[in-house]
């Protein structure tokens, strides 16, 4: 059967797309986490419908009858900063591949950089499809930052050493703080600059700006993270002088209860050496074990130079899960790859 390539648009593709684009995204993921359920049409739809206004994404599927076999995105975003970049993901099924479905693809992203004036574009690989990293090297991509998703076995949490983190940090003189769900209106605007704190994560050779989300830009996030049917817990840490000092955040969807993500930990540096950070993951860890037995695993990401918190989640005994690479590429070597 003759291969058929067209854009789709995922915020308004029809009800037939959009289940041929779940099929296709739970294949894809089972290669890379099979151990993990497939995700529900139901929830992949919200997603889609509910992408924040300022990311704007361009999308492409090659379609052999009914079925989508390979597919490619472009993103970027509507921001004062990075306006030089635009990330993207190709995708092709396993028996599709080395047929030139991702060179194609890859054509109508760089004509995405191209048009929109983005000279940069970023993407990701991990080491369970290695075909994804050959790709970026044939076309000379750069390795900008290598990264790991490490797990946590709550089964091997070990209960005296939270206790120990706990107690240090309640005699820190900071004031720890709970929210449960989107962050209350009072406290946005303050929140929002605080998540800054997130830019001081290692970037390596990333050719990245600072992120500065407004808080509208939060509220969309937010938006898209619940309109999916997800759950978030945040502890924060106020200094003495009422400022956020630190923040620790895991999400989980109730349709898969056994997974755990913990999302953004940060200390402002002016306030590290005081053990918040440990504070807040045992704090929320000991949340967990206590509301939450269902919950067997904790994942998390971490960049492999990242020394300071991955000391603190390897003394709780996270694990490497998944090693990947964010690459960066030039738009004009893309294009040249593309000519020759």
């Known amino acids: 059967m003759t291969l058929e390539l067209r854009p789709i648009s995922p915020r308004s593709a029809s009800q037939a797309e959009y289940r041929a684009m779940t099929e296709f995204w739970n294949r894809m993921r089972s290669e890379v986490l099979p151990d993990d359920p497939p995700l529900s049409l139901e929830e992949r739809i919200a997603s889609w419908k ?12 090659f379609w ?6 390979a597919a490619g995105n472009a993103d970027y975003l509507e921001l004062e900063e990075n306006r030089h970049l635009l990330d993207f993901t190709i995708q092709v099924l396993p028996s599709y591949r080395r047929q030139g479905l991702g060179k194609e693809l890859l054509r109508y992203v760089v004509e995405t950089a191209e048009r929109t004036g983005k000279r940069l574009m970023l993407t990701n690989t991990n080491e369970r499809v290695p075909a994804g990293a050959a790709f970026m090297e044939q076309i000379g991509a750069a390795r900008g930052l290598e990264t790991h998703t490490n797990q946590l076995d709550l089964r091997e949490l070990d ?10 940090g309640k005699a820190s003189g900071y004031t720890l703080g709970f929210w449960e769900g989107p962050y209350p209106e009072a406290e946005l605007a303050a929140f929002a600059r ?9 970037r390596d050779n990333l050719e990245v700006e600072d992120f500065k989300y407004t808080p509208e830009h939060v509220r969309q996030m937010e938006g898209s993270l619940f309109a999916a049917g997800n759950q978030r817990w945040t502890y924060w840490v106020k200094a003495p002088d009422g400022r956020f000092a630190g923040y620790s955040e895991i999400t989980w969807n109730p349709s898969r209860p056994q997974i755990l993500y913990q999302q953004g930990t940060g200390v402002e540096p002016e306030f590290r050496g005081h053990g918040l950070s440990r504070w807040l993951k045992a704090t929320m860890l000991e949340k967990v074990l206590r509301e939450m037995p269902q919950a067997r695993f904790v994942r998390t990401g971490n960049a492999d130079s990242n020394a300071p918190m991955l000391k603190i989640n390897r003394e709780l005994g996270f694990k ?8 960066q590429v030039e738009t004009a070597k893309a294009r040249a790859y593309l000519e020759r």
Not at 50 to 61: L, R, S, T, Y
């Open 50 to 61: 509910n992408i924040p206004d300022f990311v704007q994404v361009v999308a492409w599927a």
């Open 159 to 168: 209960p005296s050493l939270i206790h120990s983190w706990i107690e240090r």
């Open 194 to 202: 605080f998540l800054q704190v997130m830019n001081t994560a290692p």
């Open 320 to 327: 490497p899960y998944l090693s990947s690479t964010v690459w």
């Open 64 to 69: 052999e009858g009914e079925e989508i076999v």
